[in-house]
T-cell receptor, first 118, second 109 residues
Framework: GAVVSQHPSRVICKSGTSVKIECRSLDFQATTMFWYRQFPKQSLMLMATSNEGSKATYEQGVEKDKFLINHASLTLSTLTVTSAHPEDSSFYIC??????????????FGPGTRLLVL | GQNIDQPTEMTATEGAIVQINCTYQTSGFNGLFWYQQHAGEAPTFLSYNVLDGLEEKGRFSSFLSRSKGYSYLLLKELQMKDSASYLCAAMDSNYQLIWGAGTKLIIKP
């Protein structure tokens, strides 16, 4: 259980275009999903927390107009990188919060999307 | 401030045991997570501790001491496939994960 999918796995786009990344919880409902980016050899950096039915909460320094997040249903959150530039090239990873059998909550990660902006 | 410390890199031998330490300082505490991340892939969940003590899961065990703000991940009978980065993350009072920078574990034959 607790499988999270992400699509696409890799995308190459031209500078100035927009890219949409989908994150789906396949076998559970996730009221909260998280979007991270990770640069090579660095740790995960939380970009925003996505809550179903409400606006996303962005971390300091993350432009909400550039990284549009829509949590349309309990199983789907999307991240749109608008007017992408080469510096947006990164590994984008989503995670969804799920309850474990022990009653705790943990995050399960999607496989990630590698974005390259030319 | 909130902070997670773990070693940057460790090297161990196939078949041996390795312990990866993590210390944390957070505003409130709702548990300590360990994740494994292979190069170029997303992290995968390994363990969760919220009470003091040792949790064992096969070859992997995780320990927590809340009073010391300390955890470790113990890997036994190391295999080459265990070469990866191991991320320690503490959950604060707002249920947000505070991430360490990760420990790169290199396994040698």
């Amino acid at each position: 259980g607790a499988v999270v999918s992400q699509h696409p796995s890799r995308v190459i786009c031209k500078s100035g275009t927009s890219v949409k990344i989908e994150c789906r919880s396949l076998d559970f409902q996730a009221t909260t999903m998280f979007w991270y980016r990770q640069f090579p050899k660095q740790s995960l950096m939380l970009m925003a927390t996505s809550n179903e039915g409400s606006k996303a909460t962005y971390e300091q320094g993350v432009e909400k107009d550039k990284f549009l997040i829509n949590h349309a249903s309990l199983t789907l959150s999307t991240l749109t990188v608008t007017s992408a530039h080469p510096e947006d090239s990164s590994f984008y990873i989503c995670s969804a919060k799920a309850s474990t059998s022990g009653g705790s909550e943990t995050q399960y990660f999607g496989p990630g999307t590698r974005l390259l902006v030319l | 401030g909130q902070n997670i410390d773990q070693p940057t890199e460790m090297t161990a031998t196939e078949g041996a045991i390795v312990q990866i330490n993590c210390t944390y300082q957070t505003s409130g505490f709702n548990g300590l997570f360990w994740y494994q991340q292979h190069a170029g892939e997303a992290p995968t969940f390994l363990s969760y501790n919220v009470l003091d003590g040792l949790e064992e899961k096969g070859r992997f065990s995780s320990f927590l001491s809340r009073s010391k703000g300390y955890s470790y991940l113990l890997l036994k009978e190391l295999q080459m496939k265990d070469s990866a980065s191991y991320l320690c993350a503490a959950m604060d009072s707002n249920y947000q994960l505070i991430w360490g920078a990760g420990t790169k574990l290199i396994i040698k034959p």
